[in-house]
């Protein structure tokens, strides 16, 4: 099965600032590389799926790129509200595998 | 609007069974394919099982093989998870999910419900 990694697990940043997150699978997945976003103690969101495209409704500060075993979720402007887990899963096939999450702070 | 509603979760002890259902409303549920995904506590999310809009393709993840079984009714617009011989790492919420797949593709999980918690333990 197709393992997800993602890096950092955990990252501190301050409003305004830049992230970057990355997922990486241990084959190739083509595009088929969703990202979501898991408020505490909420259900998650759709951001993002098809590694770029943007799910209806999200703000345009969140975007993805990546091809293959390589993607990245970045958030250009850090918001209070972008406080949340986010995860990568591939949909290339079964196993539908998700990363194990990458928990976003404030500083 | 589009909701999923799951229900069924509970305690129960190891090696027990339980069902849970997901009822849809909102959208064509014959349309589309519905996934079980659980969340263990503070833990990261685990799919687990996907059937399609027919019911005629499921697949399930190795730690469930052979003891989950999913289902559907497009009648009742319903989604069903049976799990047998329970364990103590099967304490989780569960979430129903839906994506879509086309001809031409396949699309992610866009609709969850808001879950149900099964606790596994004596």
């Known amino acids: 099965d197709i393992q997800m990694t993602q890096s950092p697990s955990s990252l501190s940043a301050s409003v305004g600032d830049r992230v970057t997150i990355t997922c990486r699978a241990s084959q190739g997945i083509s595009n088929y590389l969703a990202w979501y976003q898991q408020k505490p103690g909420k259900v998650p969101k759709l951001l993002i799926y098809a590694a770029s495209t943007l799910q209806s409704g999200v703000p345009s500060r969140f975007s993805g790129s990546g091809s293959g075993t390589d993607f990245t979720l970045t958030i250009s402007s850090l918001q209070p509200e972008d406080v949340a887990t986010y995860y990568c899963?591939?949909?290339?096939?079964?196993?539908?595998?998700f990363g194990q999450g990458t928990k976003v702070e404030s500083k | 609007q589009v909701q999923l509603v799951e229900s069924g979760g509970g305690l129960v002890k190891p090696g027990g069974s339980l069902r849970l259902s997901c009822a849809a409303s909102g959208f064509t549920f014959s349309d589309y394919y519905m996934s079980w995904i659980r969340q263990a506590p503070g833990k990261g999310l685990e799919w687990i099982s996907y059937?399609?809009?027919?019911?005629?393709?499921?697949y399930y993840a190795d730690s469930v093989k052979g003891r989950f079984t999913i289902s559907r009714d497009n009648a009742k617009n319903s989604l069903y998870l049976q799990m047998n011989s329970l364990r103590a790492e099967d304490t989780a919420v569960y979430y129903c999910a839906s994506f879509r797949v086309t001809q031409y593709s396949r699309y992610p999980h866009d609709y969850w419900g808001q879950g149900t918690l099964v606790t596994v333990s004596s």
């Open positions: 899963q591939k949909y290339s096939g079964a196993p539908w595998t």
């Open positions: 059937i399609s809009s027919s019911g005629s393709t499921i």
